[in-house]
């Protein structure tokens, strides 16, 4: 085995499941062998990236209960951003607005934009508008992206990033939902939304005027908190049934779940003593985000290849059967 050769082993190992390894793995080192130029030492970045995709593509395919679980996460993760988008489109409408103080007609800030968009979207999926619900979802993202520099640009108030970046992640997440045949499943969103609204408008009464979203420090951990037992007691249930749609979703709403509990996450990086701050700094707060975002992002592909390498050491010792015929390796 030339040192090429050994390389391509190498990473075909590190990134393909190992029961496709173990069928094509010969296969899949002798094609890029047969593209590599002769004086080659080493795999080029680009043979790196397109079995890093490929090994991806097998992982996803091994993982039959994945696709469900997106669309569960989709549906828990939408159900979030309509309730969070009722909440602060109530405090917009009713809390009022002096003349002295910076806003956006009779509401506090540009955001009221988003949240009705986010509003449409929910009534769509409700209506089984599959295609239309897309479409309003993407475009409740980009408008939320865009609150910030249209906020810098027009000196108007925004809400904070505390508020704004946990929409945005939550609303990536549901672009996966697709729309439910059973009417109280599409319903869910508003319901739970609907259910929300008189709380929403009793913290009205504590909302600061200046477009600073200040109980946002207490309603998104709770709302944090709330998503992450919906979602673990939905796991244990469809896990009990040998459906483990619950725990891909599960891994799925991590990232958003932690971006909803940023505010305490981001207390922990600040000093502790008596005359700790009660909301946490800019640094801390950012420092967390960018911590919770890459974890996240690295726990799917972390538990593909867990479950693979899991799925391998249970399968018993041998050739196996024939790839081709099916026959076992005895009688082929």
């Not at 029961?19 to 296969?27: A, C, I, K, L, P």
């Not at 209960?65 to 549906?75: E, T």
């Not at 991590?254 to 003593?273: E, K, R, Y």
């Not at 050739?319 to 009688?331: F, I, K, L, V």
Request: net charge positive; proline share 8%.
């Amino acid at each position: 085995m030339t040192d090429l050769e050994r390389r391509y082993a190498r990473w075909i190992a590190l990134f393909y499941p190992a029961d496709y390894r173990r069928t094509r793995g010969s296969e899949l080192v002798d094609t890029y062998l047969s593209l590599a130029a002769p004086i080659r030492g080493r795999p080029s970045p680009a043979d790196i990236a397109d079995l890093a995709a490929g090994g991806l593509r097998q992982h996803l395919r091994a993982a039959r209960d994945l696709g469900p679980g997106f669309r569960l996460a989709g549906l828990l993760a939408l159900t979030t951003a309509t309730t969070c988008a009722t909440g602060w489109a109530t405090i917009e409408a009713f809390t009022p607005t002096p003349p002295w103080s910076p806003h956006v007609g009779p509401f506090l800030s540009l955001a009221i934009v988003a949240w009705a968009v986010w509003l449409v979207a929910a009534v769509l999926f409700v209506a089984a508008s599959g295609r239309w619900f897309r479409w309003a979802a993407g475009l409740a993202v980009l408008v939320t992206v865009a609150i910030v520099p249209a906020a810098a640009l027009t000196g108007l108030p925004r809400p904070p990033l505390l508020v704004l970046l946990p929409q945005i992640v939550l609303g990536v997440v549901a672009l996966g939902a697709t729309v439910q045949h059973l009417w109280w499943v599409r319903l869910m969103p508003v319901a739970v939304a609907a259910a929300v609204l008189p709380v929403a408008v009793g913290v009205e009464s504590g909302f600061y005027f200046s477009g600073y979203y200040y109980p946002a420090a207490k309603t998104l951990p709770a709302a944090a908190a709330t998503l992450l037992v919906s979602a673990l007691l939905i796991a244990i249930g469809l896990a009990a049934r040998r459906d483990y749609s619950g725990t891909w979703a599960m891994l799925i709403l991590l990232t958003p779940i932690g971006m909803l509990a940023v505010q305490p996450l981001s207390m922990l990086f600040d000093d502790f003593g008596a005359g700790r701050a009660v909301n946490p700094t800019w640094s801390s707060a950012a420092a967390t985000s960018m911590l919770v975002a890459v974890i996240g992002s690295m726990l799917l592909p972390l538990a593909l290849v867990a479950r693979g390498r899991l799925a391998a050491g249970r399968r018993p010792l041998g050739p196996g059967p024939c790839p081709t015929c099916g026959a076992s390796s005895a009688s082929a």
